[in-house]
């Protein structure tokens, strides 16, 4: 229903534009930034609305895919009057991000003004300057270094007992569950403990309110992206697309968060040990000598972007291998035979097994190769540039289509088949350092360069553990010979499009 209401939505809105477009076409003569330098190959478009429709089908990646197999991998695009350089291959990838990284450091989405999510408080669409640098810097100190990861190692244990006896209790009651919302508590309740929870019990209800507004705000995201993109165009007609409802959901974030904030000003951890992230950013935002002045908006908007783009990436991807592991019987039993030899049979696996797990660990490569959750990159040229001899002018959108990178023959062999032993035979292998360099680029889950995944050891450790515990403690049961593989995108992440549902069935413990 809600997706009905979206589209019509839409389709009024490109009717309203249709005309100032015409307008500006006929009026105004576009501009022409060629410069007698030649652009990359773009391939054929509809008038006015130029490649759109690439951009509204429900599989964005996929179209997008399809085109580069067909054209190249570096194409031009252009979305109504919005230039996009797309790019589809590991070697145009690893051109951009190497002598480029810093021009397209910046995400080329305005921020959402006001609203906590993604707003202009936020980091994730601010620029690439000194407000970023302090914020990614306190939020890699304080929560995703390994020293910090380390520190919050026994909160994410307690968790991870919590998922177990959850899953047993189900199993015991022979329920069936839906895989994605048990992975989305438990990566939730982490984050959430790690991050400001740490004196927070269950009761308080705290992380879950914070994980239903994390899923409201995902289904939020395609609307946010379309009214942030069209902003400027639509801001002069003095409409602002979807504002009620992005507001409503930023209200209710700014609600919570302040009380935490209250509650954490109330008693403020003493020992340095005891403080959580929130405790940190508090003093920064008192101190006036700091580096760079917070506000309490600076703090909630860091929170929010934690969660959004901690918990639903990390809950995705494991659904996924979740779904690949049970439809592959032989990877299942050859996982189970690892964990049993290093894990043993009489207690729950932990993080600290993970090192010794590469089969398991190879398997969640695999995943993230074949379903990145994320599986368009976003950033925009600042500066005008050449690649590969074509002329790339200033302001000029990019878009990495990493699900293409990842399953691009020419890089892969057999891309769409889940195979986790290629990781094995990947991590032996040897070569020049360039050219293991530009070998990297073929896997961009989690993006690359500068504005990179700032998580991506702590996304490894929740999946390894939540893959880990299933695979170890519960046989499962799925309706149906297979289980359904089609894809979908759930506000721009890729999402399955019948969720993973099977029943577990205790095979170890109870411990
Ligand atoms: C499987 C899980 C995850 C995947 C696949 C993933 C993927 C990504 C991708 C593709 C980007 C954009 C990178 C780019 O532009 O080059 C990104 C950015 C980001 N991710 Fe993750 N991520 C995951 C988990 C996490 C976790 C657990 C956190 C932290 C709790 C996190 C925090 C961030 C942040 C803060 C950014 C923005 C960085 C910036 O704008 O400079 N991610 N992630």
Redesign the pocket.
Known sequence: MAAVVFENCFILFLICIFSLLCYSFIFKKPKNSRRGRDLPPSPPSLPIVGHLHLLLSTLTHKSLQKISSKYGSLLHLRFLNVPIILVSSASMAYEIFKAHDLNISD?GVSANGESLVFGSSG??FAPYGDY?KFM?KL?VTK??RPQALEQAQGVRAVELERFYANLLEKAKKKESVEIGMEVMKLTSNM?FRMSMGRRYSEESGYAERVMELTTKSFNLTKKIFFANMLRTTLGKLGISLFRKEIMGVSCEYDQLLERILVEHEETLAEDDQDKDMMDFLLEVCGDEKAEYKITRDHIKSLFV??FL??TD??TR?TEWTMAEILNNHKILEKMRQEIDTVVGKARLIQESDLPNLPYLQAVVKEG?RMY???PL?L?EFQESCEIKGYYVPEKTGLVVN?YGVMRDPDSWEDPDEFKPERFLDYASRSGQEEQMREQGMKYL?????R??????N??SI??GTAIGTMVQCFDWRVKGDKINMEETLGGLILTMATPLECTPVPRLGPF
């Open positions: 995400r980091f994730l970023l990614k939020a929560l995703l984050i972007e934690v783009g901690g990436p990390s991807a993230l990145p959750p994320i990159v950033r990493v889950p989690f993006g690359a360069g504005r990179g995944c700032l998580g991506s702590l996304a929740l999946q």
